[in-house]
């Protein structure tokens, strides 16, 4: 098992270092321009104090994801590399149960997850201490949710890469019920504004722009996040059951 976990992290290494040399990146570019809006150029804009509040309100959900998504693309790719290079056929030759080498792969993709998971909260603290402000308890929630959500994906991305045998493919299948979910999404997002802009008129007609649509939606985003916070860990513990038998009836079937 140890073998399989080393050999699953050392392919993937590459991937992974670039996108981490991103996310520092990413993260050392937000934090010197938060410093900058009151010790630096940006002091004299009239308008540093809401460019400082957009970015600790927004930079801390893009650095999340980067990390997040940067730990895991490399194992991701592997996959399709190992069916390429033709390892996977390789593998059914080996004395090594199925169950291992799709436990090998959950348990490293978990440890990544969590990794990006770290790496999110780190530019949370970041932030906030260039931003001299505290952490935000809300922006960890918001954090939670991304891994709830993005985890799952990623975790189910397992047996559904060896159906697809390459991204291309796969991406490709996965098109049509992403964009119906998309539009679906969207339609629902664009139900929901039109309804807090007309609550905003009625019960704050004084608020200018965004200002009054926020403050109506607000309540029900933060009550829908705080649910998913209850429901996001069930969840995602029950896709790690079912993408672990799906992975091993998967690799039971010799796809090549």
């Not at 607000?218 to 998913?228: A, N, Q």
């Amino acid at each position: 098992m140890k073998g399989l976990i080393y050999r699953e992290f050392y392919l993937s290494r590459k991937t992974v270092v670039y996108m981490l040399l991103a996310y520092i990146i990413f993260v050392l570019m937000i934090t010197m321009i938060i410093i900058s809006t009151y010790a630096g150029n940006l002091a004299k804009d009239s308008e540093n104090a809401d460019t400082r509040d957009y970015l600790l309100s927004q930079m801390y959900l893009y650095a999340g994801l980067i990390g997040m998504a940067g730990c895991t693309y490399g194992h991701n790719d592997l996959i399709e590399k190992d069916y390429k290079s033709r390892w996977q056929l390789y593998s059914y030759t080996l004395p090594v149960h199925e169950k291992k080498i799709m436990q090998s792969k959950l348990i490293l993709r978990t440890i990544l997850l969590a990794l990006g998971f770290v790496l999110a909260v780190i530019a949370e603290v970041i932030f906030s201490a260039a931003g001299k402000v505290p952490v935000s308890t809300e922006h960890i929630k918001n954090i939670l949710v991304i891994l709830f959500v993005y985890g799952s994906m990623c975790i189910i991305d397992i047996p559904y890469m060896i159906i697809m045998k390459t991204q291309n493919r796969g991406v490709a299948f996965a098109m049509i019920p992403l964009v119906i979910l998309t539009a679906a999404v969207g339609y629902g997002t664009y139900k929901f504004t039109k309804f807090c802009y007309a609550e905003a008129a009625r019960l704050y007609p004084d608020m200018k722009g965004d200002a009054g649509m926020m403050k109506v939606a607000m309540p029900y985003l933060t009550k829908w996040r705080d649910i998913f916070l209850w429901a996001g860990p069930f969840i995602l513990i029950g896709i790690v059951i079912i993408t672990y038998f799906w992975g091993i009836k998967e690799l039971k079937r010799r796809r090549y």
